[in-house]
């Protein structure tokens, strides 16, 4: 799977990328840039120079800065969100998948009612019970998208259970956990790759979208939603100032998707 996936020059260039923008989040206090929160009011929606290659804001903030530091709210936090995620919705899929009866019965009843409301009506309204803040934000991607996790991992733990090693399995008397972990959870592990880095973009999306709304990062920190929500005032008299955070979230997006893309066709075995 590794050698096709380095094959494929898409996939390559979107795992550069996205390692490079992360190495610059973790590295972002020890780069040579300006302070992301000083303010300096006589030097407000200055154009690109060599103080500020791509300008400053409405408050005189230097735009760069506030990008690169930007990258830790923005994408290390949906990074968290997806895996927090992940691991509740694939521990309650394999139970309910394995062990079917009334176990499934009430997990999936739960994931229908989680699932039959809009995911962005779910999460502005448990925001808004939650009040303001990042951590509400992740709470509530998490509450909402586990279910959906749920119920895909469910249908394939379904699928897997009706392979002969995993019959060999429980007739043989093999314990219940051995089976989960040793042969289930391996076999849902790759399609939990794809939707997880497919997913990735769509939390990134979320998060700032609820941050532009003013209910996730709050100011003075910089993160890539929040920025725009503040440029969207002087976007006539500066629009580099919604240019480049847009133009970000745009790139990250784009970069998970097509890596989620090009994951799908490497652990697809139809693919030559």
């Given at each position: 799977?590794?050698?096709?996936?380095?094959?494929?020059?898409?996939?390559?260039?979107?795992?550069?990328?996205i390692?490079?923008?992360?190495?610059a989040?973790?590295?972002?206090?020890?780069?040579?840039?300006?302070?992301?929160?000083?303010?300096?009011?006589?030097?407000?929606?200055?154009?690109?120079?060599?103080?500020?290659?791509?300008?400053?804001?409405?408050?005189?903030r230097?735009?760069?800065?506030?990008?690169?530091?930007?990258?830790?709210?923005?994408?290390?936090?949906?990074?968290?969100?997806?895996?927090?995620?992940?691991?509740?919705?694939?521990?309650?899929?394999?139970?309910?998948?394995?062990?079917?009866?009334?176990?499934?019965?009430?997990?999936?009843?739960?994931?229908?009612?989680?699932?039959?409301?809009?995911s962005?009506?779910?999460?502005?309204?448990?925001?808004?019970?939650?009040?303001p803040?990042?951590?509400?934000?992740?709470?509530?991607?998490?509450?909402?998208?586990?279910?959906?996790?749920?119920?895909?991992?469910?249908?394939?733990?379904?699928?897997?259970?009706?392979?002969?090693?995993?019959?060999?399995?429980?007739?043989?008397?093999?314990?219940?956990?051995?089976?989960?972990?040793?042969?289930?959870?391996?076999?849902?592990?790759?399609?939990?790759?794809?939707?997880?880095?497919?997913?990735?973009?769509?939390?990134?999306?979320?998060?700032?979208?609820?941050?532009?709304?003013?209910?996730?990062?709050?100011?003075?920190?910089?993160?890539?939603?929040?920025?725009l929500?503040?440029?969207?005032?002087?976007?006539?008299r500066?629009?580099?100032?919604?240019?480049?955070?847009?133009?970000?979230?745009?790139?990250?997006?784009?970069?998970?998707?097509?890596l989620?893309?090009?994951?799908?066709?490497?652990?697809?075995?139809?693919?030559?």
């Amino acid at each position: 799977m590794l050698r096709r996936l380095l094959k494929d020059k898409s996939a390559v260039a979107c795992i550069a990328f996205i390692f490079v923008v992360m190495a610059a989040g973790l590295l972002a206090d020890t780069i040579p840039l300006n302070n992301p929160n000083k303010v300096n009011v006589l030097a407000k929606l200055q154009p690109p120079s060599s103080a500020y290659p791509l300008g400053t804001d409405h408050l005189g903030r230097c735009t760069l800065s506030r990008l690169v530091h930007g990258i830790r709210p923005t994408i290390f936090l949906s990074l968290l969100t997806m895996c927090c995620t992940i691991a509740l919705g694939s521990a309650v899929g394999l139970l309910s998948g394995y062990f079917r009866g009334r176990v499934d019965e009430v997990v999936m009843r739960v994931c229908d009612m989680m699932l039959s409301f809009p995911s962005q009506v779910m999460i502005l309204a448990v925001v808004g019970v939650l009040g303001p803040g990042m951590m509400n934000v992740v709470a509530a991607n998490i509450l909402i998208k586990w279910a959906w996790y749920a119920r895909m991992i469910r249908s394939s733990v379904i699928r897997y259970g009706e392979k002969g090693y995993v019959l060999f399995s429980r007739v043989a008397g093999t314990g219940g956990a051995f089976i989960v972990f040793r042969h289930l959870l391996p076999g849902v592990a790759s399609e939990l790759l794809v939707l997880a880095s497919l997913d990735t973009g769509w939390v990134i999306l979320n998060i700032s979208t609820l941050s532009f709304l003013g209910l996730g990062v709050q100011a003075p920190t910089a993160e890539w939603g929040a920025m725009l929500n503040e440029a969207k005032d002087v976007m006539v008299r500066a629009p580099m100032q919604m240019f480049v955070p847009g133009v970000a979230i745009m790139t990250v997006v784009a970069a998970f998707n097509m890596l989620g893309d090009s994951l799908r066709d490497a652990l697809d075995p139809k693919t030559v």
